[in-house]
């Protein structure tokens, strides 16, 4: 039912592309960035109501952010698409357990933050705003959140950040534009309208957003954990950061899929970050 969907949409915008290719393009450059938000459960809000809340303005979005106060380095996480800080509940808890200063985002139109669009450009200017006001050490970025992060430290590359931590993150835009556009089989008019609204946004083209090749020239320490069988972000995604990123290690696992939420993968960031 969910691809049948998908298809009629998909096939609606493109039967608007042979009248106006650009509302096509905006129509499909918008799906493409309006995510739906997840609700949260008593518990998981029982548990966000542990930490120290408080918003920061980008703007005019309210970013939420959570604290969870140690005497060790603080580490910034920032989770993916669709997602909330609630994601990091069992690696938290581990964070707490070793007393580092933990602290989590909301993306844009995430979780408890406000805001009804994202890209992951907006997201990691962001990032950067709540890693310099908590001087973050160490950054774990889950899909999304890890290009996101790759975006950040190309552009601002803060003195406090010495360590990266890349889970499941798509190393190239264009690579997640292709996927979207086959999934919603759009025709050469719509794909190639979004490229033509991106360049004009951002004054780059699609594939000028590389976060692979933004680490190439980073001196910070990274570790890149993709699961060999991930269905979201292909395997040789993990391949083209470990290809730039050469200050990196890449740790491949096998059946814990995109999500990566286990303890395994939780031990390698606990021992990277405890290096």
Not at 75 to 83: D, F, M, N, Q
Not at 191 to 220: G, H, I, Q
Request: net charge positive; proline share 3%.
């Amino acid at each position: 039912m969910k691809n049948i969907i998908i298809k009629t949409i998909g096939s609606f915008i493109n039967l608007i592309s042979y009248i106006s290719p650009r509302l096509a393009g905006k129509m499909a450059l918008n799906l493409f960035s309006k995510p739906r938000r997840i609700k949260l459960r008593e518990t998981d809000k029982d548990f966000l109501q542990t930490a120290f809340l408080e918003d920061i303005d980008y703007e005019g979005i309210n970013i939420m952010t959570y604290r969870w106060l140690g005497k060790r380095e603080t580490v910034l996480l920032a989770h993916g698409w669709e997602s909330n800080t609630v994601r990091w509940k069992q690696l938290i808890t581990k964070l707490k357990a070793l007393d580092y200063n933990v602290v989590a985002l909301d993306a844009p139109a995430h979780g408890n933050s406000s805001g009804r669009l994202f890209n992951a450009v907006l997201y990691s200017e962001c990032i950067h705003i709540v890693a310099k006001k908590f001087k973050a050490n160490i950054i774990v970025g889950h899909s999304v959140g890890g290009m996101a992060t790759a975006f950040f430290q190309k552009k601002y590359q803060l003195p406090t950040v010495n360590k990266l931590v890349l889970l499941g993150a798509p190393s190239n835009f264009v690579g997640v534009f292709g996927r979207y556009v086959a999934m919603m089989n759009y025709n050469s008019r719509v794909s190639n309208t979004m490229n033509t609204l991106v360049f004009e946004r951002f004054n780059e083209k699609p594939d000028y957003f590389n976060a692979a090749r933004f680490l190439e020239k980073t001196t910070v320490n990274g570790l890149l954990i993709h699961d060999k069988k991930d269905k979201i972000i292909p395997y040789n995604d993990a391949e083209d950061f470990k290809n730039f990123y050469k200050n990196s290690k890449l740790i491949t696992t096998e059946g814990y899929g995109h999500g990566l939420r286990n303890d395994e993968v939780h031990n390698h960031i606990i021992d990277f970050i405890q290096q």
